[in-house]
């Protein structure tokens, strides 16, 4: 049955976090539930309709991988059920879209781990032959290969506004330099054998990016979401060209549309026609059942 949540509205546990895609609310003070919606952001900016059972494809897509990446660096799930921590009259908001999660002191830096020449960096590429800093050989083609990824760090930005591409100095600078080392390592390390799976799953992940927070004891560990539709750019392998943006299955069908209408990217956001928001699911559930194997639970 496909279903819709915009926003959770659970009464049981205390709000801590809306973000543009996950309510998150307290559970205890070692745990937090986070719960993924459907809501939709492109450009920044969060859509008015949802996207119908995206929240728990993006669900059952992170977990997937977290449990295969579970060997290269601890993650934030615990073996609490979503459903145990919430009034039997809720247990519908979180079925399917929600984990109980460590609570963990986040890093305001994002991991960005780009594979190809696409996107944000395409254009910096154009601008000056570097991304992030990082010098790359002239006359690459968009969408192409890099030689080899590259870590590209973001800093966080505030509610509304676009996380800025940052040098790893500045990283080095906003959590010291053995984190900074261990966090480009570790997501290099992520972003490779993601790859590798997703390859013989007829799927290219031209870049993506991690979020990683520290326990109490100052570990490392991957946190929000890892490798989905959301966080990623997933390529269908036979359909690659170097030279053009291959299509994808994420929220750049959303982009395309928005970039046809005359519209400055801040809110409101323009409606989107019901044909977009089907096609917009369709692609989420393709991602979910190309990449593992299996359709939504």
């Given at each position: 049955m496909v279903s819709s949540l915009y926003e959770s509205s659970l009464k049981s546990l205390?709000?801590?976090y809306r973000g543009k895609v996950r309510d998150t609310y307290a559970v205890g003070a070692s745990h937090l539930l986070m719960v993924t919606t459907d809501r939709l952001s492109a450009f920044d900016v969060v859509m008015a309709e949802p996207i119908p059972d995206k929240g728990k494809?993006?669900?059952q897509m992170a977990n997937f991988w977290f449990g295969r990446l579970g060997n290269v660096v601890p993650n934030h799930l615990t073996a609490i059920t979503p459903e145990s921590v919430v009034a039997p009259e809720e247990v519908e908001q979180v079925r399917g879209r929600a984990v109980?999660?460590?609570?963990?002191?986040?890093?305001?830096?994002?991991?960005?781990?780009?594979?190809?020449l696409i996107g944000s960096g395409w254009?910096?590429?154009q601008a000056g032959g570097q991304v992030c800093g990082i010098s790359l050989p002239p006359g690459l083609r968009q969408a192409e290969r890099l030689p080899q990824p590259i870590f590209t760090p973001a800093a966080k930005a505030e509610a509304g506004e676009h996380d800025e591409n940052i040098s790893f100095d500045?990283?080095?600078?906003?959590i010291g330099a053995p984190?900074?080392?261990k966090m480009r390592a570790i997501s290099l390390a992520l972003y490779e054998e993601a790859t590798r799976y997703a390859a013989t799953r007829g799927i290219i992940i031209a870049d993506t990016k991690f979020e990683f927070?520290?326990?109490v004891d100052g570990t490392?560990?991957?946190?929000?979401?890892?490798l989905t539709a959301d966080s990623s750019r997933f390529w269908p392998a036979d359909e690659y060209r170097v030279g053009i943006s291959p299509p994808s299955f994420d929220k750049q069908y959303v982009r395309d549309y928005l970039e046809t209408l005359d519209w400055d990217k801040r809110p409101p956001p323009p409606p989107l026609p019901a044909d977009v928001v089907a096609r917009t699911a369709e692609k989420y559930r393709e991602a979910l059942k190309r990449l593992t194997g299996t359709e939504l639970q």
């Open positions: 205390p709000l801590v494809v993006l669900n109980v999660a460590k609570r963990l002191k986040p890093l305001l830096v994002e991991a960005v781990v780009r594979g190809y254009k910096d590429y500045r990283v080095i600078e906003i984190l900074a080392e927070g520290l326990g490392l560990t991957l946190m929000d979401e890892v």
